[in-house]
């Protein structure tokens, strides 16, 4: 198989607190910052929120607290560096410029917010590959997360949806640097059936993937058993577990120092494509997780990386790609998208 051609949103549900706080719904996911934004994941659907925001009372036993202090203690889903960057108000006297050690006192009425945080980015554009009463069926790019996140609510296909096609959902989802196909239901019937295909692992994937040097076989399965990587800093990495698993891969190509492999997941882990390459020797390109060092994930959700960090990672998104989706709904129906014109770029270098 040669290389191929060029070619309002849902968030979690909110944090109650404990009495006394009345939510706004929340639009990011509590995981974000620990672990990648694709995590099957941290991510739920919900009614679209275009902030965080919360209502809180001052309750007796609190008062005298520092103000970050009371916040945080209310909000426990929130780091405490995500705490100093809220913007909280005085209900009771807007005027006033409240700091993080103001004292609260009993009684007192906050409105907290956590305003959106890619308000001003730019957003990738999906493809339409398909469309029709039941489906709608996208070509994903990658940077474009499936969910909101704690960084990420206008850069999210559920945000994409409820502008260009209200009531759609998403019925699966892609990492948010994987491209490729992604499935929609456009009401609730075609949502559960889509669903239920998934989870009864009728439906069959196929990705496309630029990983650094040679396998020495051309066609294998690994069934290395995954689980939460307990030696990484990234709460949600997969590593060696118990989890039974397997993937079976295919190299298409070979260039001077990299492969283009075909993989096709048998079982629905985490990561698990990503995590068997990487374990196996042969990190996918361009992954910051799974890729040479993981502080690269890390550092990229504070800053935007250095030269020198992007020229380790060899990409500036990992090369995995959802080229083909197969699954029975009202018959056999298949899906395809061809690989980005980097994969090519990628495995000449």
């Known amino acids: 198989m040669p290389l191929p051609p060029e070619a309002v949103p849902p968030g979690p549900p909110p944090d109650t607190g404990p009495p006394g706080a009345r939510p706004v719904p929340e639009a990011e996911s509590p995981e974000a910052e620990s672990s990648e934004a694709e995590s099957p994941e941290a991510e739920s659907p919900e009614a679209e929120s275009p902030e965080a925001a919360w209502r809180l009372v001052v309750d007796p036993g609190s008062a005298g607290l520092r103000l970050d202090r009371f916040v945080a203690a209310r909000l426990p889903r929130l780091s405490r560096a995500r705490v100093q960057r809220l913007d909280v108000v005085d209900l009771d006297d807007p005027t006033r410029n409240l700091k993080k050690a103001s004292i609260v006192h009993a009684g007192q009425r906050l409105f907290v917010r956590r305003p959106i945080p890619d308000a001003e980015a730019e957003v990738p554009e999906p493809r339409i590959l398909f469309s029709d009463v039941d489906l709608l069926v996208l070509d994903k790019p990658a940077g474009l997360a499936t969910h909101p996140t704690a960084s990420r ?197």
């Open 153 to 349: 609510f206008v850069r999210t296909l559920t945000h994409w949806l409820a502008r260009h096609a209200p009531g759609a959902e998403p019925a699966h989802r892609l990492d948010v640097e994987t491209s490729g196909v992604l499935l929609c239901a456009r009401h609730a019937l075609a949502d559960r059936s889509l669903k239920a295909a998934f989870a009864a692992h009728r439906a069959e994937k196929t990705y496309l993937a630029v990983i650094e040097g040679h396998p020495p076989a051309e066609v294998w399965t690994d069934e290395t058993p995954l689980g939460f990587d307990a030696d990484s800093a990234v709460r949600l990495k997969m590593g060696r577990g118990d989890l039974p698993c397997a993937t079976t891969f295919r190299v298409l190509a070979r260039g001077p120092r990299r492969s283009l492999v075909e993989a096709r997941p048998l079982t629905g882990r985490q990561h698990q494509i990503r995590a068997h390459l990487s374990l196996g020797g042969h990190a996918v390109v361009g992954d910051k997780l799974y890729g040479p060092d993981e502080s690269l994930f890390l550092a990229s959700l504070e800053r935007a990386l250095t030269e020198a960090e992007r020229a380790r990672l060899g990409a500036d998104r990992h090369a995995l790609h959802a080229t083909r989706l197969a699954l029975p709904f009202r018959g056999e129906r298949c899906f395809e998208s061809p690989a980005p014109p980097l994969f090519a770029a990628l495995l000449r270098a």
